[in-house]
């Protein structure tokens, strides 16, 4: 068995169980402060936060959450539930007998706390279900590198459990790798496959340079300052601090961004571990690994047509298959793809193999422009809407919609506009 179909066979009885933006950019929290004005710091780090579903770190996996338990209120509905400092720094101070990493409680967690468990509750909670997903994945591997568990929470600042998730310089993946530190890191890029998606992958790579930075500095919040802003900028501000060693002593001369990231990282320790105090529940996901496995091929396999012929919707062929970003699986001769299907569906695929390479080979709809006869539509996207749901819509499919409107990714923001061909009236 070669390298990749052995990653891909562990990723598959381990997913669905469950430099970097630490580079230039966070998801979650690049454009926050550490400015002692209460009101600026509360308005960036709302800024902040919003940011996971303004890169569609959430909303493009709707289809994956029980809408019968999205329906279902909060209890109590009402968000002005608080928690007194007191009893937030006594429950941090449990965690923090618990763990190597320094929890500490200050002013700045105590607002990332509310942030989280608060301000944005139901986001908090549709993460909170995706934890179930990956976090027994990125436990085995964190403990296989000996990393202390904790830093599972990490994947949630820096994308909200998303491995779609891409910033706009272009971090992308749970763990919000670069380009180059992720190649640096062994995880291939072409214009058809980005192993920066892949779960298991980049939790792999993502461990490797954690431990990478902690054997630098000795100290975890420092290996995670670094993971932020890279380990020069860490460098530079231990300096300044003349010489100071923990992240603490030096986060005055950090860059912006990386004071507010270890409180962030805190808080999500925080309102994961106490989540009931604030009447959270999180949100179900229609999926569990014990229903999946993978099936090889050398072929090219267009998601289209596999959907087609297996009814494993593309939106959930997406999601099984992160590190496929054009809804496609090249062709590849020398080595074999594995393409992650639920269970009851490798049997149809196997019988259907051949015609779904023969469609796969024959078109190509990534490319193919619309005929001149459908009609021109400029769609105006409203609040909720998913490109699956719109192409749908119109009968026409999500790569063509991004075709016609250069779309790299599935983002769609309100009020975007967007051009469509269809038959439809």
């Not at 720094?89 to 967690?109: A, F, H």
């Not at 027994?136 to 994947?155: F, G, H, N, S, T």
């Not at 291939?188 to 496959?193: A, C, L, N, P, T």
């Not at 992650?340 to 023969?358: G, W």
């Amino acid at each position: 068995m070669n390298r990749k179909n052995a990653i891909v066979s562990l990723l598959i009885l381990n997913f669905l169980a469950f430099g970097l933006s630490a580079q230039n950019d966070s998801l979650s929290i690049k454009t926050l402060i550490n400015d002692s004005n209460s009101d600026d710091i509360n308005d960036a780090y709302t800024d902040g936060f919003d940011l996971i579903a303004k890169y569609d770190s959430i909303t493009s996996l709707d289809f994956l959450f029980n809408q019968d338990l999205l329906a279902l209120p909060v209890e109590p509905s009402d968000p002005s539930i608080s928690i007194p400092d007191s009893i937030i720094k006594l429950q941090l101070e449990i965690l923090n007998e618990r763990t190597p990493i320094e929890l500490l409680y200050t002013d700045d967690v105590g607002k990332f706390i509310d942030l989280y468990a608060r301000r944005k509750s139901g986001l908090t909670e549709r993460v909170m279900g995706l934890a179930d997903i990956y976090f027994p994945m990125i436990e085995e591997m964190l403990d296989r590198y000996e990393i202390p568990l904790e830093l599972k929470y990490l994947a949630v600042v820096e994308s909200a459990l998303n491995p779609n998730a891409r910033s706009r310089v272009g971090a992308t993946g749970l763990w919000q790798f670069m380009y180059a530190t992720g190649k640096g890191y062994g995880l291939y890029v072409d214009s058809y496959i980005d192993e920066r998606r892949d779960p298991y992958l980049a939790t792999e790579a993502a461990c490797r340079y954690l431990s990478f930075l902690h054997a630098i500095y000795g100290d975890w919040n420092l290996a995670l300052a670094a993971y932020n802003s890279g380990p020069g900028n860490v460098n530079k501000a231990i300096r300044r601090s003349g010489g100071k060693k923990t992240y603490w002593e030096i986060r005055n001369y950090l860059p912006r961004e990386t004071r507010s990231y270890v409180p962030a990282f805190i808080a999500v320790n925080y309102v994961m571990a106490y989540y009931e105090d604030y009447h959270l529940r999180k949100k179900g996901v229609l999926m569990d690994y014990t229903y999946t496995d993978t099936i090889h091929v050398n072929q090219r396999v267009v998601f289209e047509y596999l959907s087609a012929y297996t009814g494993v919707d593309v939106e959930m062929l997406r999601f099984l298959n992160p590190m496929y970003q054009r809804n496609v699986v090249p062709l590849n001769k020398e080595e074999e793809y594995a393409i992650v299907l639920p269970k009851e569906r490798i049997a149809v695929f196997i019988i259907n193999a051949d015609s779904v390479y023969a469609k796969s080979e024959i078109e190509n709809p990534e490319f193919e422009m619309p005929e001149k006869n459908q009609n021109l539509v400029y769609y105006r996207v409203k609040s909720g809407d998913v490109l699956g749901k719109i192409a749908q819509r119109y009968g026409v499919r999500v790569s063509d919609i991004q075709e016609w409107n250069n779309l790299r990714g599935t983002r769609i923001d309100i009020g975007q506009k967007l051009l469509i061909y269809t038959n439809k009236p």
